[in-house]
Antibody, heavy 120, light 110 residues
Framework: QVQLVESGGGVVQPGTSLRLSCAASGFTFRTYGMHWVRQFPGKGLEWVAF????????YYGDSVKGRFTISRDNSKSILYLQMNSLRAEDTAVYYC?????????????WGQGTMVTVSS | QSVLTQPPSASGTPGQRVTISCSGS????????VNWYHQLPGTAPKLLVY???QRPSGVPDRFSGSKSGTSASLAISGLQSEDEADYYCAAWDDSLQAVLFGGGTKLTVL
C-alpha cells in the first residue's frame, strides 16, 4: 500500500546534527514533490522544506533556512532531511509528506512521524 | 513566517453543519489553491480537501471546500462524533515561496 516511513529521530544536544530519512513505497516516488513538516509538542503544523520531484529545486521555511538541507534519491525512493546546528526550538515530531502532480501542494501521503528532541 | 488565520475552536451537535474559516492574503489563498487536513490525537494529519474543493478518494462528500477572495472555508455537514479532531488549512504562498499552514481549529462534537 501507499506508505511513507520516517526514521532517524532521537535525542541530541544543541549544536549537533541529525539526518532524517523517509522511505516511500506503493506509489511512483519520482513523480511526487516531497515535503518535511513538523509539529511542536501540543502545537500546530509548521512546514519545513520542499523538494521538486526531480530534485532540481528546493525551498525552506525561514526558521530552518541555512541549517537544514532537503534531498532525495529517486533510485531508492528515499527522502532526506539533514539538520545541522540544532536548537531546542527544533524539538518536534517531523513528518514527511508526498505531494502528487497537480494537487496544489497537497500532502496526499504522510508518514507516521519521527520525534526529534534537542536538549542538553 | 506568517500563517493563515483560523478560529482556534469550533463546535456543533451531531447532524449539524459546521464551517471552519481560513483567512490569508493575495499571495496565498488569493492566487493559489487551498488544502485542508484533519488530525486525530497521536496520529499523522490526513488530507480532506485539495485544490480548494476536490476530495481525495475515500473522503465522504460531507466534507466540502470553497474559497472567495483571500478566504477559504471547510464545511462539514451531517456532523458525526468521529469528526472531532483538529483541522488545518494550508496553501502555497507564491511571494514567500513556502507552504503556509493555518494555526488549526479544534472541532468539538457536543
Amino acid at each position: 500500500q501507499v506508505q511513507l516511513v520516517e526514521s532517524g529521530g532521537g535525542v541530541v544536544q544543541p549544536g549537533t546534527s541529525l539526518r532524517l530519512s523517509c522511505a516511500a513505497s506503493g506509489f511512483t516516488f519520482r513523480t511526487y514533490g516531497m515535503h518535511w513538516v513538523r509539529q511542536f509538542p501540543g502545537k500546530g503544523l509548521e512546514w519545513v522544506a520542499f523538494i521538486w520531484s526531480d530534485g532540481q529545486n528546493k525551498y525552506y521555511g525561514d526558521s530552518v533556512k541555512g541549517r537544514f538541507t532537503i534531498s532525495r534519491d529517486n533510485s531508492k525512493s528515499i527522502l532526506y532531511l539533514q539538520m545541522n546546528s540544532l536548537r531546542a526550538e527544533d524539538t518536534a515530531v517531523y513528518y514527511c509528506g508526498g505531494d502528487p502532480p497537480r494537487s496544489g501542494y497537497a500532502f496526499a501521503v504522510w508518514g507516521q512521524g519521527t520525534m526529534v528532541t534537542v536538549s542538553s | 513566517q506568517s500563517v493563515l488565520t483560523q478560529p482556534p475552536s469550533a463546535s456543533g451537535t451531531p447532524g449539524q453543519r459546521v464551517t471552519i474559516s481560513c483567512s490569508g492574503s493575495i499571495s496565498n489563498i488569493g492566487r493559489e489553491t487551498v488544502n485542508w487536513y484533519h488530525q486525530l490525537p497521536g496520529t499523522a494529519p490526513k488530507l480532506l480537501v485539495y485544490n480548494t474543493n476536490q476530495r481525495p478518494s475515500g473522503v465522504p462528500d460531507r466534507f466540502s471546500g470553497s474559497k472567495s477572495g483571500t478566504s477559504a472555508s471547510l464545511a462539514i455537514s451531517g456532523l458525526q462524533s468521529e469528526d472531532e479532531a483538529d483541522y488545518y488549512c494550508a496553501a502555497w504562498d507564491d511571494s514567500l515561496q513556502a507552504v503556509l499552514f493555518g494555526g488549526g481549529t479544534k472541532l468539538t462534537v457536543l
